[in-house]
DNA sequence: ATATAACATAAACCTAACTTTAGGTCAAGT
DNA sequence: ACTTGACCTAAAGTTAGGTTTATGTTATAT
């Protein structure tokens, strides 16, 4: 059982996002004593789906969605699941992106090391060309198809 | 040479963004047509380059410093480098902290799965335990730590 | 010539996710 | 009793990144 302030440090998050999150109806099971909310384990792992599902995207109208549902029990496992999957796959999309952008700044790098090495770009505006290492080359081409 | 309608299309992007991003001044070198905007090679590789640095997490207005930064020529290679390591790192990151987001999922996926098998959930309130499957325990662990 | 499609601007509007402000309550220690 | 720190609410404010609207201009096809 923890106060808002301890929660707070635990996951890093201002006071004023959780209690914006209680509002938005993130926490539908909380309990008060005399008015101040009282987290539970119950409250704990749902912050640690909510940090999940915010990163793989979803808005914290269908986050609140979700918390209802896992009070109607068994008969959200279906529809619980269909999210996750959902979710799961969009992460997976989204990490084949970044390799893609991360590619991108490998190559920049690459780029503006041997730009300051030869003291200009000129060389390298004929690229690509054999003198782009094959790293940087497989690099390029990734960051740059489709 | 193309019009805001064809890049528009080849980018998929609203022309009414195209449009937000030149007014913010991420076109510096555009060129105009009796008012229209011609886009040239120039500003297709600065929409890739945009569009890079953006999924990278970096702002609008700091989009715009790199793109002054490209018109000062050798001046500013250094700080350019600099900038592309710094998001280069940034993404490194993300990506690390997306893995943990799908192991968080596919942990949700497997627990809803055996969920809908078992009609309940009673069984896995105890976990973990030795019925977790083994990529599924690393999964869990994997996305709970620190 | 004229219709229409594609371009232009400035300014207002929008949305999500918070954050801040102003004012008040509660619990613990001295 | 009283101060202090941690909690509370409702409502207004903020920010980023666009989008929409209203109005006007330019290019192209018939």
């Known amino acids: 059982m923890y106060t808002i302030g301890e929660v707070s440090k635990m996951f890093h998050l201002p006071i004023s996002?959780?209690?914006?999150?209680?509002q938005q109806g993130l926490f539908p099971m909380i309990t008060r004593k005399s008015g101040i909310r009282i987290f539970s384990d119950t409250e704990i792992e749902a912050l640690r789906v909510i940090e999940c599902l915010k990163k793989s995207g979803l808005e914290i109208k269908d986050i609140k969605s979700f918390m209802q549902w896992c009070i109607e029990g068994a008969a959200s496992y279906q529809r619980r699941l269909e999210?996750?999957?959902?979710?799961?796959?969009?992460?997976?999309?989204?990490?084949?992106q970044m390799q893609k952008v991360l590619d991108m700044l490998k190559f920049k790098?690459?780029?503006?090391?041997?730009?300051?090495?030869d003291g200009s770009e000129?060389?390298?505006?004929?690229?690509?060309n054999d003198l782009m290492p094959a790293e940087i080359k497989k690099a390029?081409?990734?960051s740059h198809e489709k």
């Open 122 to 128: 000129k060389n390298l505006k004929f690229l690509p």
């Open 140 to 142: 390029y081409f990734h």
């Open 109 to 117: 790098c690459w780029y503006y090391e041997t730009a300051l090495k």
């Open 83 to 96: 999210l996750f999957q959902k979710q799961k796959k969009t992460v997976e999309e989204e990490i084949i």
């Open 17 to 22: 996002t959780l209690r914006y999150y209680d």
